[in-house]
T-cell receptor, first 113, second 114 residues
Framework: GENVEQHPSTLSVQEGDSAVIKCTYSDSASNYFPWYKQELGKRPQLIIDIRSNVGEKKDQRIAVTLNKTAKHFSLHITETQPEDSAVYFC????????????FGRGTSLIVHP | EPEVTQTPSHQVTQMGQEVILRCVPISNHLYFYWYRQILGQKVEFLVSFYNNEISEKSEIFDDQFSVERPDGSNFTLKIRSTKLEDSAMYFCASNSGGPYNEQFFGPGTRLTVL
């Protein structure tokens, strides 16, 4: 089955800095890579996703990159703000399969004002 | 905007008791899921449900667990004889089953087994 590794487990930055979270996956059949943000005590919510036919996708301060050859994908947050503080989970799934994402272990992002 | 809902928000039970966690997925969604998140850890897949039957389950989803869609709207997770290690946040999720599937999560039920 799919295995998703996520690093770092904790990331502490100053407000205004950039933050990068990296994930690797094992199953070459995976072709959909969502990122979820989970604030303390809340449900995970999709913030951005990328499909395997695209190398990069951007939405305002958030961008994701995907390297299919190396089987890794990354989340980039620029000009971080305190409200970006949360746990971020990457995931990988095979859209031709059972639509079940395999999640990474999560990265706790702390943005200091 | 439609949301997945879950009840109760917090359930406290004694070890060995049965619990039923309830979910109402988004109405036009076709795939339903239960996930578990032990405090401070990652989200773990338990089971997926499609067309009124289990489509996949993980090794966590043993004989103590069962799921049902008793009517057109509810989706339930039953744990027959709870153990201490079942204490976790349980999330229900649904998606439309499209080729690139966003999982819409419910707010979760925090299960505490004493």
């Amino acid at each position: 089955g799919e295995n998703v590794e996520q690093h770092p487990s904790t990331l502490s930055v100053q407000e205004g800095d950039s933050a990068v979270i990296k994930c690797t996956y094992s199953d070459s059949a995976s072709n959909y890579f969502p990122w979820y943000k989970q604030e303390l005590g809340k449900r995970p919510q999709l913030i951005i996703d990328i499909r395997s036919n695209v190398g990069e996708k951007k939405d305002q301060r958030i961008a994701v990159t995907l390297n299919k050859t190396a089987k890794h994908f990354s989340l980039h947050i620029t000009e971080t703000q305190p409200e970006d503080s949360a746990v971020y989970f990457c995931a990988a799934s095979d859209s031709g399969g059972s639509y079940i994402p395999t999640f990474g272990r999560g990265t706790s992002l702390i943005v200091h004002p | 905007e439609p949301e997945v809902t879950q009840t109760p928000s917090h359930q406290v039970t004694q070890m060995g008791q049965e619990v039923i966690l309830r979910c109402v997925p988004i109405s036009n969604h076709l795939y339903f899921y239960w996930y578990r998140q032990i405090l401070g850890q990652k989200v773990e897949f338990l089971v997926s449900f499609y067309n009124n039957e289990i489509s996949e389950k993980s090794e966590i989803f043993d004989d103590q667990f069962s799921v049902e869609r008793p009517d057109g709207s509810n989706f339930t997770l039953k744990i027959r004889s709870t153990k201490l290690e079942d204490s976790a946040m349980y999330f229900c999720a649904s998606n439309s089953g499209g080729p690139y599937n966003e999982q819409f999560f419910g707010p979760g039920t925090r299960l505490t087994v004493l």
